[in-house]
Structure formats: C-alpha cells, structure tokens
C-alpha cells in the first residue's frame, strides 16, 4: 500500500506564489511517476506537471512557464511551485504516485489552492 500526502495549498493573492509538496510513503522501492494533478469546482480532474521514469517533466499549457515539478528521489517527495497565480488556478490539488509502469495510481487526498483577491 501507497500513502499519498499533499500539503501547502492555501489562500494567496493574484500574482502570488505557492508551493506544493508531495510525499509517499509505504511499501515500494521506487516511485516510477509522480504528477500533479487540479480540479477546480465543476471542472474535471486535468493534469498539471508529470515526471515518469526520471523523464524531465510534462506541463500543462497552463502552468508551462509558471509552475515548476521537482522531485527529491531519496525523500519520495514531489514540490510544484507555482508562480503568478491566476483566479482561475483556483482549484484542489492531487498528487498522484505510480510504484511501477502500468501499476496502480495512488492518489492523495488533495490540498486548496485559493487565488483571490
């Protein structure tokens, strides 16, 4: 079993920055993907970044320029910094841990990000 954690999300003002973090823990040797994921109220779950297999990170338009993926391999920690936020990043954010290739995905509760004024 994964145990997924985020955390750090939280009210910030259009133009701020957050970061996010992610960790796993449980019963596996190595993560083979690691990504964020959004979901704004209404809205499907869309991607954010995701890094697989020790690939340089895929970006959604979106956070292409303004958010960063970063992974500590020895912590089985994921950061997302996200700069010059937008109302419209408003949104719950996941995290979402693959052990191993066409393995099970495991999803962490999510945490609030707020952009408002």
């Known amino acids: 079993q994964v145990h997924v954690v985020e955390s750090g999300g939280g009210l910030v003002q259009p133009g701020g920055s957050l970061m996010l973090s992610c960790v796993a823990s449980?019963?596996?040797?190595?993560?083979?993907?690691m990504g964020w994921y959004r979901q704004a109220p209404g809205k499907q779950r869309e991607l954010v970044a995701r890094?697989?297999?020790?690939?340089?990170?895929n970006y959604a338009d979106f956070a292409r320029g303004r958010f960063i993926f970063a992974r500590n391999i020895d912590l089985n920690t994921g950061y997302l910094q996200m700069n010059d936020l937008e109302p419209e990043d408003t949104a719950v954010y996941f995290c979402?841990?693959?052990?191993?290739?066409?393995?099970?995905?495991?999803w962490g509760e999510g945490t609030l990000v707020t952009v408002s004024s």
């Open positions: 890094e697989t297999n020790g690939r340089s990170p």
């Open positions: 979402n841990v693959q052990t191993s290739s066409g393995g099970m995905d495991y």
């Open positions: 449980g019963r596996f040797s190595s993560i083979f993907a």
